[in-house]
């Protein structure tokens, strides 16, 4: 019982810098790439909640989760057998169109926004997901006020995902 606590305070810790710090950099990017929304939180940050719950569900700060099968069950198909690893594509379930229309727009108020997976569910709905939103909405806030200039230069940033690698090769 112990160990299982103790991996599981190493996941809350760990986990809780690398996500917070990739969902405000994504965030970031995706308001360089839409200037009006940018603005829009500039001059009035009660937008922040419905930008960042965009962001996270087009650019989730976890793309994936790996989990193991408890019992056989079949799933679309797919014979699944207790014991079996299988890696869940939170980022595709954010973009189901059957969920989000054009799901690869950013539009923050979506009314389906809210539908994401990106703090997974059930039994694994992340424990802290309400303090990556306020922490993240902090931290904007704060970079917003102290580098009111801020501007993010597209042409030697990369996009989230890592795609930059990709994108420097041609």
Known sequence: MDEEIRRNALIVMFGGISTVE???????WILAR?????????????QLPAILEESIRLIGPVQSATRLVTRNMEVDGVQLRQGDIVN?????????????EAPGEFRPRRASASRHLSFAAGPHLCLLMHLARAEAAIALAVLFDLLPGLRVDLQHTCPPRGQCFASRQG
């Not at 839409?34 to 009660?46: F, G, I, L, T, Y």
């Open 22 to 28: 990739a969902l405000i950099l994504n965030t970031l």
């Open 34 to 46: 839409h200037p009006d929304w940018m603005e829009a939180v500039r001059s009035d940050r009660s």
């Open 88 to 100: 869940l594509i939170l980022s595709a379930a954010n973009h189901d169109p059957a969920v989000f």
